[in-house]
């Protein structure tokens, strides 16, 4: 009798632990996909990981993440958007606008928290930016906003350009809007522009034969995430070709390229972060106002502008920006 009853409560505490770890809440998933590659955004998913953090959770301890990459093809995004949306994620994290749109376009019921640089009234995303609605948020940066500045800053340099080429992705939904912006500041300025097209490494190498051909004074690239990871190209190729250009992201002025001049994107992904949190924690995203992340980065290299014969910009002499001698 005594034997029974102690092997029926060695049982019984066998049992218990499994029985506790039933009742536990299973780990909320995290969708994230993004439009570039997972190496050229390392920065800004650390960031991501960090706004996770200050809401109090921890990537592998109290919540897991599904990465997505499309890897800057555009096409594959409504197929990984609808993989996450299969595996019944918690939130998914979307950047930037065409990962965005195809997040949007694959469910209205779970959370999706933008990062972007357009307008996501105007794409139809949101209905405002104080009063979101439905189960779309997220965190606005200026990149898009910044075209005309960048279009200015390189005339600024290179003040005797007639001619300033500007390459676009034809594949982001900005496209046509960034042209708008483009073709506004080009008369403001009295300068011509040609619209050049890049959705691949080729077509980027290609737009710099064209540049060469056009005899262009310069070259601005346009706003978007593909592009924007390609700044290490975009570095060796102006430098190879001698053309005073401007880019997005930092590295770029970094690597040997004249200016960059873009938002903060570590600051807009930290800012994403806390929003993919708080929604975990319960808050509803049609209720959480979009936010704007309004870091900008400006970048000059001397050392670059010297050997392409440009002269000291009056934005560094006016002591704005960081300077690379």
Same mark, same amino acid.
């Given at each position: 009798?005594?034997?029974?009853?102690?092997?029926?409560?060695?049982?019984?505490?066998?049992?218990? +632990?499994?029985?506790?770890?039933?009742? !536990?809440?299973?780990?909320?998933?995290?969708?994230?996909?993004?439009?570039?590659?997972?190496?050229?955004?390392?920065? *800004? $998913?650390?960031?991501?990981?960090?706004?996770?953090?200050?809401?109090?959770?921890?990537?592998?301890?109290?919540?897991? $993440? *599904?990465?997505?990459?499309?890897?800057?093809?555009?096409?594959?995004?409504?197929?990984?958007?609808?993989?996450?949306?299969?595996? %019944?994620?918690?939130?998914?994290?979307?950047?930037?606008?065409?990962?965005?749109?195809?997040?949007?376009?694959?469910?209205? =019921?779970?959370?999706?928290?933008?990062?972007?640089?357009?307008?996501?009234?105007? %794409?139809?995303? $949101?209905?405002?930016?104080?009063? +979101?609605?439905?189960?779309?948020?997220?965190? $606005?940066?200026?990149?898009?906003?910044?075209?005309?500045? @960048?279009? !200015?800053?390189?005339? *600024?340099?290179?003040?005797?350009?007639?001619?300033?080429?500007?390459?676009?992705?034809?594949?982001?939904?900005?496209?046509? &809007?960034?042209?708008?912006?483009? !073709?506004?500041?080009? #008369?403001?300025?009295?300068?011509?522009?040609?619209?050049? !097209?890049?959705?691949?490494?080729?077509?980027?190498?290609?737009? &710099?034969?064209?540049?060469? @051909?056009?005899?262009?004074?310069?070259?601005?690239?346009?706003?978007?995430?593909?592009?924007?990871?390609?700044?290490?190209?975009?570095?060796?190729?102006?430098?190879?070709?001698?053309?005073?250009?401007?880019?997005?992201?930092?590295? &770029?002025?970094?690597?040997?390229?004249?200016?960059?001049?873009?938002?903060?994107?570590?600051?807009?992904?930290?800012?994403?972060?806390?929003?993919?949190?708080?929604?975990? @924690?319960?808050? #509803?995203?049609?209720?959480? +106002?979009?936010?704007?992340? =309004?870091?900008?980065?400006?970048?000059?290299?001397? #050392?670059?502008? #010297?050997?392409?014969?440009? *002269?000291?910009?009056?934005?560094?002499?006016?002591?704005?920006?960081?300077?690379?001698?």
């Amino acid at each position: 009798m005594r034997r029974r009853t102690f092997i029926s409560l060695v049982g019984g505490a066998a049992a218990w +632990p499994l029985v506790a770890r039933a009742q !536990q809440p299973a780990m909320p998933f995290v969708g994230f996909l993004h439009a570039s590659s997972a190496r050229r955004y390392a920065t *800004e $998913v650390a960031a991501f990981q960090r706004g996770l953090r200050e809401t109090g959770y921890f990537e592998g301890q109290n919540v897991a $993440v *599904e990465y997505r990459w499309a890897d800057g093809y555009y096409d594959r995004l409504p197929a990984l958007a609808a993989d996450l949306v299969r595996r %019944h994620v918690a939130v998914i994290a979307a950047a930037p606008l065409p990962a965005a749109v195809a997040a949007k376009e694959a469910t209205d =019921t779970i959370p999706i928290v933008f990062e972007l640089g357009a307008d996501p009234v105007r %794409h139809g995303l $949101v209905r405002s930016l104080n009063r +979101p609605d439905g189960n779309v948020t997220g965190v $606005v940066n200026l990149s898009n906003t910044l075209v005309p500045k @960048k279009v !200015q800053l390189i005339h *600024e340099v290179v003040p005797n350009a007639e001619l300033i080429a500007v390459v676009l992705n034809p594949d982001n939904p900005n496209f046509q &809007f960034a042209m708008d912006d483009v !073709q506004a500041a080009q #008369k403001l300025l009295g300068m011509r522009v040609e619209f050049l !097209q890049a959705r691949t490494v080729s077509d980027i190498d290609e737009s &710099f034969t064209t540049v060469a @051909k056009l005899r262009a004074g310069a070259l601005v690239v346009g706003p978007d995430g593909y592009l924007t990871s390609q700044w290490e190209r975009f570095a060796w190729l102006a430098t190879r070709y001698g053309v005073p250009a401007i880019h997005e992201h930092g590295e &770029f002025a970094k690597a040997g390229g004249l200016m960059s001049y873009g938002a903060d994107l570590a600051d807009a992904y930290r800012l994403a972060g806390i929003y993919t949190g708080r929604i975990l @924690k319960g808050d #509803k995203p049609g209720d959480l +106002p979009i936010q704007q992340a =309004t870091k900008v980065e400006l970048i000059i290299n001397l #050392k670059t502008a #010297k050997g392409l014969g440009l *002269e000291r910009p009056a934005t560094v002499r006016d002591g704005t920006g960081e300077v690379i001698e």
